[in-house]
């Protein structure tokens, strides 16, 4: 199974940036469109961001657009996601994984431990 963690989370006030870190191994990371999805209490685990595997797409969801940016480095197995202008609405645990483009769903059988993120008011 793929190994994934993730990191960079942690406790910010309304209007505060945060980037969030993911290392993947186990996987042939270069091949793969990554992502980002995150869990609210009470919700269910829904999708963030995506970037293909060079890089070169970029896709999010609506919630976050203009706010959030993707980005990755293969030669680290690595993908990033900065947050800047958080609200509440953004509080939740955040996971990586590897993406199905066509529908924006994880790709891998298994998650990493997740970094929680929490917005204050």
Not at 8 to 35: I, N, Y
Request: charged share 15%; glycine share 14%.
């Amino acid at each position: 199974q793929v190994q994934l963690v993730e990191s960079g989370g942690g406790l910010v006030q309304a209007g505060g940036s945060l980037r969030l870190s993911c290392v993947a191994s186990g996987r042939t990371f270069s091949e793969d469109a990554m992502g980002w999805f995150r869990q609210a209490p009470g919700k269910e685990r829904e999708f963030v961001a995506t970037i293909g595997s060079r890089g070169g797409y970029k896709y999010y969801a609506d919630s976050v657009k203009g706010r959030f940016t993707i980005s990755r480095d293969n030669a680290k197995n690595s993908v990033y996601l900065q947050m800047n202008s958080l609200t509440p609405d953004d509080t939740a645990v955040y996971y990586c994984n590897g993406v199905i483009l066509g529908n924006y769903i994880p790709k891998y059988g298994s998650w990493g431990q997740g970094t929680q993120v929490t917005v204050s008011p």
